[in-house]
């Protein structure tokens, strides 16, 4: 199983970036997506989760600024974030696991089984 996360980007504050996902091995429409992010010399957080039936959650960090939705047909999920700030700059992390296992707690890293390579967003202010 292989998630492969875009590349990322430096842009300015209140500018737009669009992330995306791509798995290889794993059904995605089966499974449940988080996006976490790290900034340097933070601990990795939640960012925002989609469910396999499409439900949606986000960090209240972000909340109104980042959507994120699933386009099955290309087992991919795309995190959009609008509104960017400096705050915003960190690495950012997909993560994959599967739908059908009961107990999912989105914002818990330990509920993902599978995790992209990271790549890094940089908000300049």
């Known amino acids: 199983v292989q998630l492969q996360a875009s590349r990322g980007g430096s842009v300015q504050a209140g500018g737009s970036l669009r992330l995306s996902c791509a798995a290889r091995?794993?059904?995605?429409?089966?499974?449940?997506v988080g996006w976490f992010r790290q900034a340097p010399g933070k601990e990795r957080e939640f960012v925002a989760a989609?469910?396999?039936?499409?439900?949606?959650h986000f960090a209240e960090s972000i909340k109104g600024r980042f959507d994120v939705s699933r386009d099955n047909t290309e087992n991919t999920v795309y995190l959009q974030m609008n509104d960017l700030k400096p705050e915003d700059t960190a690495v950012y992390y997909c993560?994959?696991?599967?739908?059908?296992?009961?107990?999912?707690?989105?914002?818990?890293?330990?509920?993902?089984?599978?995790w992209g390579q990271g790549t890094l967003v940089t908000v300049s202010s």
């Open positions: 989609i469910r396999s039936g499409g439900r949606t």
């Open positions: 091995g794993v059904p995605f429409s089966r499974s449940h």
């Open positions: 993560a994959a696991r599967n739908g059908l296992r009961v107990g999912y707690n989105y914002p818990d890293m330990q509920n993902y089984h599978y």
